[in-house]
């Protein structure tokens, strides 16, 4: 089995059994971002539009209302049989669900008039690839909204994100920073057309039982958050329970 496999293989066992927790999850199902995506999403009014890692499918819920077609993609079966049961019963008969990995995307070039991701990008091995196939996908005229946690351009604020990031889940990836985002987007073969960055709230129980932390890494990730420096913790907005609130980005990006 090769690397590539090997990880996508994780994220299906990691997020199989949480998905329905996922499509209930507050800081999942709303959001300053979603009323963005769904402005774009009113403005583009697209014909087709896709969902790329589409989790419990909260983004391709917002896009469908002013859509003729979304497609919810995601490795994991079991988010995509939640997606599905959402959608059904929101009344969203023009939603339909797609297994495909973000590197290797089963659609036909220039397929569509929106190209979205929201909180997925972070498991993602090939970010490279990834946005290649957006590009590939995406009409010349269409839209691409990705929107994801951002790494802290600090060294050290970033290693302590990502290690309880890793710690709480082992299918995490990388959060990556602003500047990280701006070159593989525009590397891909897009312009960067505008960038929010906001903050969004992890209340801490919740963000770990969401996951099914094993309580031996819970431990590992208190620790880390307890003992940080005061750096860390003034950008992390660390409070007494350790909720904390990291910076979340909508960019939104027009192909070249």
Known sequence: MTAQANHDQQ????????ASAYLTSAVHAQGEDLQCLAGVAQQQKPAQALDIGCGAGHAAFTIAPFAGHVIASDITPGMLATVAEAAAARGFSNLTTQQAA???LPFADAQFDLVCSRYSAHHWSDIPAAMREARRVIKADGQFVMMDILGPASPVCDTHLQAIELLRDPSHVRDLSEAEWRAAVTAAGFEVIGLRVRRVR???ASWIARMRTPEVYVNAIRTLLQGASPEVKAYLQLEDDLSFSPESMVLLARPV
Do not use: I, N
Request: glycine share 0%; net charge negative; charged share 15%.
């Open 202 to 204: 992890l209340e801490f």
């Open 102 to 104: 973000s590197q290797s």
């Open 11 to 18: 994220v299906t066992q990691q997020f199989d059994p949480v």
